[in-house]
């Protein structure tokens, strides 16, 4: 009797077992995410806190625990495409540990998001990558990856599914309407995603990235009427020749092209300043083209792009 029992008990638990893999078919991995927070949590529990190189530091003998603090938050958000054929296949690269990628969020081609990672966990999205004088970006971003093979059009339910994504992520850590960048932007010699047919202005319009105004491309139009506010009008009869020699002599910093950008302006400057490492000048260029231009992505900067990037830097700064 009691071995029928037993055989009762066991079946019963390997029915639950194969109904609960069953329901969920990520229920190792999901084990495996458990085990891993659970050892960071051991670890931020551990009294007295461990002092890197604490053996050659001058240590006092006492420990005191500071009273005010939390977590820390991201400040970045970086948007990838998945350069693969479903979200199947990505929740599956991203749940073995083999693959060595991340990211917090999945975004599937329907607008169904997958949460994977909580947001105050170091994500594996962003790789070798700088924006600014950040060099880990992995330590201070979200990475939101959307099922997109590089080469289609975005899903409207999935871009739809990302607004409101990024207006909570925004919200709930304050996130600067800036930091809201692709791949692509941060890790410009090896990455070009989320492709030229992402639509950066439409995530601008709500807030999320910065986008250049449409009058910036007005030809023939000074870029800053300020800055040639003290040229006189020549058609002022009453204006002597020795006042119109010293108000020519002015400083070219004073003065602006036709194509509406400075005379002095600096475009890799312009793009350091933006955020982008330009090292590679080239691969920077290609890079600010893929997200803002959309077109002809290459290295040139056209008379249009200085256009573009002028009006751009000016919201940097």
């Not at 530091?57 to 479903?86: C, E, Y």
């Not at 009008?233 to 009453?238: C, E, F, I, R, S």
Request: proline content about 5%; hydrophobic content about 40%; overall charge positive.
């Amino acid at each position: 009797m009691k071995i029928n029992l037993f055989r009762l008990v066991a079946m019963v638990l390997a029915s639950f077992g194969l109904y609960c893999c069953a329901t969920n078919p990520y229920a190792q991995t999901n084990k495996s995410y458990k085990k891993q927070v659970k050892a960071f949590t051991r670890r931020l529990r551990q009294v007295p806190v461990i002092t890197p190189g604490a053996d050659s530091l001058f240590m006092s003998d006492l420990w005191v625990g500071a009273t005010n603090f939390n977590s820390r938050k991201p400040n970045f958000v970086i948007i990838h495409h998945t350069a693969q054929s479903s979200t199947a296949q990505t929740l599956q690269t991203f749940t073995q540990p083999r693959t060595q990628v991340s990211a917090h969020y999945v975004i599937g081609r329907d607008g169904k998001i997958y949460h994977m990672l909580n947001d105050y966990l170091r994500a594996w999205h962003a790789g070798i990558a700088k924006w600014g004088n950040t060099t880990d970006v992995n330590s201070s971003s979200i990475g939101i990856e959307l099922d997109n093979n590089g080469s289609e059009p975005f899903a409207e339910p999935q871009i739809s599914s990302l607004l409101k994504l990024l207006a909570t992520l925004k919200k709930a850590y304050n996130i600067p309407t800036s930091n809201f960048i692709g791949h692509s932007d941060i890790a410009p010699t090896r990455k070009n995603d989320p492709s030229a047919i992402f639509p950066w202005q439409q995530l601008a319009q709500q807030g999320f990235g910065l986008w250049y105004d449409a009058d910036a491309l007005t030809s023939n139009r000074p870029a800053d009427s300020s800055a040639i506010s003290i040229l006189p009008d020549l058609a002022d009869t009453t204006l002597t020749a020795v006042a119109l020699a010293d108000t020519l002599l002015l400083p070219a910093d004073s003065l602006v092209s036709q194509d509406s950008v400075p005379l002095h302006f600096n475009p890799l400057e312009a793009l350091r300043i933006i955020g982008y490492d330009v090292t590679d000048e080239a691969a920077a260029i290609k890079a600010f083209k893929l997200h803002f231009v959309q077109t002809e992505v290459n290295t040139v900067l056209t008379k249009t792009d200085k256009q573009i990037l002028y009006n751009l830097y000016k919201k940097y700064l």
